[in-house]
């Protein structure tokens, strides 16, 4: 489940390949500061696929969005993926393996809601890399079904911080 995410995020190379060269270039070199700027919380917005099966798949895709925090170190990032598919929550998580030679091109949001203008700028790649919007998949946030999940996990994490809970005060 979380490798096509994996794709999509850390390396699209071959969409930048195919674009006219009045496409906007997002490659950056990875560096530990890049990795810093997407690690954290992003939210699956839309995505096009020139694919019909591709289409079909992502299509059962109601909401999603996933974690990502960095480890220099081993050039490795883990994922944590909640995703609503079929009305119904799927998580997972997962190692990605860094490759700072390559760039990154991100079709997701900080944020489950972008601005109509970052919809605009999105469109018009998608228009420039000689796609139809009619081939845009769209997500509701809203149908989100991880919350319960993502809450329990939270804790769990809080928990495994602090494993005897919080002290007390002057004894």
Not at 90 to 112: C, F, H
Not at 129 to 144: L, N
Request: aromatic share 12%.
């Amino acid at each position: 489940m979380a490798l096509p995410w994996a794709l999509a995020v850390l390396s699209l190379l071959p969409l930048l390949n195919a674009q006219s060269s009045s496409c906007v270039n997002f490659t950056v070199p990875i560096t530990n500061a890049s990795l810093d700027q997407i690690s954290g919380k992003w939210f699956y917005i839309a995505s096009a696929y020139r694919s019909s099966e591709l289409k079909e798949w992502v299509s059962a895709y109601q909401s999603a969005y996933f974690y990502l925090y960095s480890n220099y170190t081993e050039d490795k990032m883990l994922m944590r993926e909640y995703s609503t598919i079929n009305h119904r929550c799927v998580y997972n998580s997962t190692y990605l393996n860094i490759q700072r030679e390559n760039g990154t091109l991100s079709g997701y949001a900080d944020k489950p809601v972008v601005t109509p203008e970052q919809m605009r700028q999105f469109h018009e790649q998608v228009t420039c890399m000689g796609m139809d919007k009619s081939e845009i998949v769209y997500v509701d946030e809203t149908k989100d079904q991880c919350g319960p999940l993502h809450k329990q996990h939270d804790e769990e994490r809080k928990k495994e911080k602090d494993p005897e809970g919080p002290k007390e005060r002057g004894k």
